[in-house]
């Protein structure tokens, strides 16, 4: 199966990726139309206000929403750099199928600005400066014997910035010229319900089952690997490796508009197989 096209509402224009159109909806109002028009699952806050301040708020009886459960997410390599691709093929597989934290979605904040008056310098604070979305994360994965996973990073990473010589020695080895846009890559990650599974069961929208969406652009590890491999008398474990990237983050309507598109056309979400009791027979 071809890997998903880049998202559409980026283009590159003179030298930096451009935001176009990103769809009418918000990714933090309680209505998410993508930018195609579909919409995505809320909250439904109709008669959520029945308790009191004692008892709270959540009705047990209607059940208007259910609460944020984590633990359901996963990524995706949109791009990865054509000589890193053709000389670890499997790197797609053994990164997005073996994900064992990601941090990243950091907080966004106004830095407000203050005002000073009066004798006693009494203080008021206004809207300033809106903060960086963000310039990074960090992926951790199961490593396997003969390094595969730390093997191909340190490739990736070394191939930028050799340790020895600080030069770019992809640009001798496989004969491309020197530019970010040859040693970068770009990234999804996609916060799901437990719901998702097979793509249009029974005329279900798989977009319902999206929680949330980032997408990562300019995306470039940072870490030649080696901490894992000290040694400590009396330890024996299995190995889990961190990688540190660095990129730029887009979140928004037109992102989760992108990851359903996604989502559709990925053969290990929809061919979701079970093992519940009774599903022999067709309902």
């Not at 909806?25 to 998410?32: K, N």
């Not at 809320?42 to 259910?66: C, H, R």
């Not at 609460?67 to 000389?87: C, Q, T, Y």
Request: hydrophobic share 35%; proline share 5%.
């Amino acid at each position: 199966m071809s890997d998903p096209d880049p998202i559409p509402f980026l283009t590159f224009h003179k030298g930096k990726f451009m935001p176009t159109s990103l769809g009418k909806g918000t990714l933090f109002g309680l209505t998410r139309v993508a930018a195609s028009g579909q919409t995505f699952a809320v909250a439904n806050t109709e008669n959520v206000d029945t308790g009191t301040f004692y008892t709270g708020s959540f009705n047990t009886k209607t059940l208007p929403m259910d609460p944020l459960v984590n633990g359901f997410a996963f990524i995706k390599w949109i791009v990865l750099p054509d000589w890193f691709r053709e000389k670890f093929p499997w790197f797609a597989g053994i990164t997005e199928k073996n994900l064992k934290s990601f941090q990243g979605n950091d907080d966004v904040e106004i830095s407000p600005v203050s005002v000073q008056v009066g004798f006693t310098s009494n203080e008021s604070q206004f809207a300033g400066i809106m903060g960086s979305k963000g310039t990074g994360f960090t992926m951790s994965h199961n490593e396997f014997s003969g390094s595969p996973v730390t093997g191909a990073y340190n490739y990736w990473v070394s191939s930028i910035r050799d340790p020895h010589s600080g030069y770019a020695p992809y640009c001798a080895e496989h004969g491309v010229d020197y530019s970010a846009r040859n040693h970068t890559g770009e990234l999804l990650y996609v916060v799901l319900k437990p719901s998702a599974g097979k793509v249009g069961t029974k005329g279900r929208d798989i977009s319902l089952d999206i929680e949330d969406a980032t997408y990562y652009t300019n995306v470039m590890p940072l870490k030649i690997q080696r901490n894992h491999l000290n040694y400590s008398q009396g330890t024996q474990e299995a190995v889990q490796v961190e990688q540190s990237f660095a990129a730029d983050r887009w979140f928004g309507a037109g992102v989760l508009d992108y990851a359903a598109s996604v989502l559709k056309s990925f053969a290990s979400i929809q061919c979701l197989q079970t093992e519940n009791v009774g599903n022999e027979a067709e309902a």
